[in-house]
């Protein structure tokens, strides 16, 4: 296996957190970062991998298509998005 150096700032509450938990595991904090990077790589992977097949060979204009099917109707109680959202996510109203 080829590995790289790497210098990974992290801050202190992680970091410390991390030492606890490979201490727990049994193993160097390097092993435990690499091991826990590779996981989160897998993780997205699977998932970006899952959605391309679930798309299939859908276009962006399928897509498009299909919301012209859903009616114009307001959110139903308990779906409607919070005073000022606009304003808070930068967008202008």
């Known amino acids: 296996m080829s590995t790289n150096t790497y210098p990974l700032k992290l801050p202190a509450s992680i970091k410390a957190a991390a030492t606890r938990l490979a201490k727990e595991d049994g193993v160097s904090l ?3 970062i690499a091991s826990a990077v590779a996981q989160k790589i ?3 992977e699977t998932a970006a991998e899952f959605l391309k097949k679930r798309a299939g ?17 307001p959110p139903m109680e308990g779906d409607e998005l919070p005073e000022g959202w606009m ?4 967008y202008q109203k």
Request: cysteine-free; charged content about 25%.
């Open 30 to 32: 390097n092993q435990w």
């Open 42 to 44: 897998g993780a997205v």
């Open 57 to 73: 060979n859908a276009t962006r204009e399928d897509f498009l298509n299909s919301l012209e099917n859903v009616p114009d109707n």
């Open 87 to 90: 304003k808070a996510k930068g």
